[in-house]
């Protein structure tokens, strides 16, 4: 884990805190909810995850530079029966290398467990190969008590099949540490940005926090714009191939 460093911009106390992550996957659901989120609460940078294996690159934030994977955070009642009062996102917009995925894992189940952050909400998407009118979710929980979370929001339980990627990982190891991680999936195409899809999990995220009001709307009535602005980003995010490969590729 020496390979993840966490580096706190402020330190405040994230007792019962819940975590949404949300990193480029099928249809980058995760990252437009993540920003969709962070910029509608109005969070505030709060940690970043360094690491010699990421790709050497800066997010520039209102004007300001930002490490690629980073957590926000802001003074918020939040939680399925309002036990939270801090709500996190952890996002990124490029894919970790596999090798650093396990490690920054770890190293966010650590530094959660050191700060009291004991809920952990995943967003992703999976692959439909088709657009659909109705966007079907399914969930997968680490433990009982997270399981019956995603119940109690009417979100199907997937029985078989795989998550991959970073929130693969956190599932087995939350498991694995007896800590409360649920996955959110909305069906979905892996050809372009799917903010409609994006849309649809946040109305059973914003349905999680009772105290706090994140209108999905915005996002079905710019779901189109939004996947050509991200569109026209993602083109303009690809670096040279002959200087970092395909690894270092943003939004891939």
Same mark, same amino acid.
């Given at each position: ?6 580096y ?14 949300g ?9 437009i ?7 509608s609460?109005?969070?505030? #940078? ?9 790709? #050497? ?98 979100i ?53 926090? #009772? ?9 079905y ?23 970092y ?8």
């Amino acid at each position: 884990m020496e390979e993840i460093e966490v580096y706190e911009y402020e330190r405040v106390k994230l007792e019962n805190a819940f975590l949404i992550t949300g990193f480029p996957t099928v249809g980058l659901v995760g990252t437009i909810a993540s920003r969709f989120v962070i910029n509608s609460l109005k969070l505030r #940078p709060m940690a970043a995850f360094l690491s010699d294996y990421f790709p #050497p690159v800066t997010v520039i934030a209102d004007s300001t530079p930002l490490p690629p994977v980073r957590l926000y955070g802001g003074d918020k009642k939040c939680g399925p029966n309002g036990e939270c009062n801090q709500l996190l996102v952890m996002l990124s917009e490029f894919v970790p290398p596999f090798a650093t995925i396990r490690p920054l894992v770890n190293k966010t189940i650590e530094w959660c467990r050191k700060r009291g952050c004991k809920t952990v909400v995943c967003i992703e998407g999976f692959n439909l190969g088709e657009k659909v009118e109705d966007v079907p979710l399914i969930g997968v929980a680490s433990t009982e008590k997270a399981r019956k979370m995603l119940e109690k929001y009417d979100i199907e339980i997937m029985r078989e099949g795989m998550v991959s990627g970073l929130s693969g990982v956190l599932l087995y190891e939350g498991r694995r540490h007896n800590m409360d991680v649920s996955c959110i999936l909305a069906g979905t195409h892996a050809d372009y940005p799917d903010a409609k899809a994006a849309a649809r999990v946040l109305e059973v995220v914003n349905n999680m926090l #009772p105290d706090i009001d994140i209108d999905p709307e915005p996002l079905y009535r710019e779901a189109e714009e939004i996947e050509k602005q991200i569109k026209i980003h993602m083109e303009k995010a690809k670096p040279t191939e002959h200087v970092y490969g395909e690894q270092a590729m943003m939004y891939r």
